[in-house]
């Protein structure tokens, strides 16, 4: 059987994020399996039109808009020829296979955008998108959507009209329990980490405000910012305009290996975001034996134990008393390492990437 993907990055992307982790880390095990595997994705500059990642057969052409076009051209061109089942990857606007392709299309919902739109492409840009989201069920008929969490499936149904009536089935992302493990120290400082993209979103504003009342209790207290992102300038000018150079640290990129080691040796991990697909890094984080502190959202309230890996807040109060708590008291602490631990055991790639392909297999069957 042939799986052909539809994404708007891939791996490879400077800009790839969990949606692109999570698609790889399953097709790489489809082509171990012995199914193959290709992805159409967007063409980023100095990239090569056609690669091989992992044995994915990875075919890239178009820009950040220009990708959906490209995509249909592609497809009743060339990639149709030999293609069983699409899995169809909706990042806020869908690649509407169901409009153009014959054969069983999978969507694959990662999160309901809503709002988010308005605040990452302003009021116009940003009603369009919205518009788009909300409306695409009635305009592409999926054979079945996947979705990351409980919480998509919901947002679906809440706010995309005629969601209701599509066939959603809820498949959590794993993570690679032999690489996230525990450590076995952590930073001498108190220290709370951030890593993932520098968003607008992501709203690391709240994260930030919430360091004075930190270190009122905990003096030494330290944050470190992780990871890059096109409202990262914004973060470094409110720390500078605020002056808190002293104790926030920004670390841009780091490698696998380097956030391996940051997540090991955190005191805990901070998600201020407005919402989320998914947690994969709190995931990873509790894997690693640190724990979670987020605001109750959708994806992380599902991605978190409240109490038993972390700490849901359900507003800037609570968040910040959270992180408080968690670096002031060291039985609570290592209480919570032990619960995160426990937690992470229950996600795991192979489990993802196995109930996924039964449902690409049972659609192709169909």
Not at 191 to 215: C, N, Q
Request: charged fraction near 25%; aromatic fraction near 10%.
């Amino acid at each position: 059987m042939k799986i052909l993907i539809f994404n708007w990055r891939d791996i490879k992307h400077p800009n790839a994020g969990g949606a692109e982790i999570g698609l790889h880390e399953q097709a790489k095990r489809w082509v171990n399996w012995g199914y193959r595997v290709g992805l159409f994705t967007s063409r980023p500059k100095g990239s090569p039109a056609y690669d091989v990642i992992d044995g994915v057969e990875v075919y890239r052409a178009g820009g950040f808009y220009s990708v959906y076009a490209r995509a249909a051209t592609a497809y009743l061109s060339s990639l149709r020829r030999d293609t069983d089942v699409i899995l169809d990857s909706i990042n806020g606007i869908p690649f509407f296979t169901p409009a153009y392709a014959s054969k069983p299309s999978v969507g694959l919902m990662h999160h309901v955008h809503s709002d988010q739109f308005l605040v990452e492409m302003g009021p116009l840009l940003g009603h369009i998108g919205r518009t788009v989201e909300r409306c695409f069920p009635l305009l592409a008929r999926y054979d079945t959507v996947i979705c990351i969490s409980q919480s998509t499936a919901d947002d679906m149904r809440k706010y995309l009209i005629n969601a209701e009536r599509l066939p959603l089935k809820v498949v959590y992302y794993g993570i690679d329990k032999s690489f996230y493990t525990p450590g076995e120290e952590k930073f001498e400082r108190p220290t709370i980490i951030y890593l993932g993209r520098v968003k607008r979103y992501k709203r690391l504003e709240r994260l930030i405000s919430a360091m004075p009342a930190i270190r009122r209790e905990v003096p030494d207290a330290e944050l470190i910012i992780a990871g890059t992102g096109d409202y990262l300038e914004n973060i470094e000018a409110m720390v500078e305009e605020k002056h808190m150079g002293e104790f926030i640290r920004f670390l841009g990129y780091v490698s696998e290996e380097e956030k391996l080691d940051l997540l090991r040796k955190a005191w805990v991990l901070a998600m201020p975001s407005m919402n989320e697909g998914w947690g994969m890094n709190v995931i990873e984080a509790n894997a690693c034996g640190t724990p979670c502190v987020a605001f109750r959202v959708p994806g992380l309230k599902e991605s978190i134990s409240h109490g038993g890996s972390g700490f849901l807040a359900d507003d800037q109060g609570q968040f910040t008393d959270y992180l408080i708590k968690i670096i002031k008291e060291p039985s609570l602490r290592n209480s919570l390492s032990g619960g995160a631990v426990d937690w992470a055991s229950r996600f795991d790639w192979d489990k993802t990437a196995r109930q996924t392909l039964d449902i690409l297999e049972s659609v192709a069957r169909a």
